[in-house]
């Protein structure tokens, strides 16, 4: 089982843009919950996105709607996480991670029904 991390642009400046991408292995892609979850210095990890693999529902959290997109390629089995109008508070160690239901999941905020987890990759935006 693998959830990979990638990330693309590196350290990026406020009001910046990066891209992550989770791709997996080891497990039916399009049954899960594949999400996003970050985690700042000195503070809890936290959810910030989510989609259904098998029919592309998503949510997101208060803090990043509206400047974060999530996707899926069912085909690469891969996800991606595409994040615009970049904060400083926006840094932290990012995780992919998946799990299921979709509705157990988003009802619980995303703090509930993970079971694999990728490794994380930092992203950093200074202000």
């Known amino acids: 089982l693998m959830c990979s991390c990638r990330r693309w642009g590196g350290l990026v400046q406020a009001g910046g843009s990066l891209r992550l991408s989770c791709t997996t292995s080891g497990f039916a892609f399009d049954r899960y919950a594949i999400g996003w979850f970050r985690q700042a210095p000195g503070k809890d990890r936290e959810g910030v996105s989510c989609?259904?693999?098998?029919?592309?529902?998503?949510y997101y959290a208060d803090s990043v709607k509206g400047r974060f997109s999530i996707s899926s390629d069912n085909a690469k089995k891969t996800v991606y996480l595409q994040m615009n109008s970049l904060k400083p508070e926006d840094t932290g160690v990012y995780y992919c991670?998946?799990?299921?239901?979709?509705?157990?999941?988003?009802?619980?905020?995303?703090?509930?029904?993970?079971?694999?987890w990728g490794k994380g990759t930092q992203v950093t935006v200074s202000s």
């Open positions: 991670a998946a799990g299921g239901p979709y509705i157990l999941v988003v009802s619980t905020g995303l703090k509930d029904g993970m079971d694999y």
């Open positions: 989609i259904d693999a098998s029919d592309g529902a998503t």
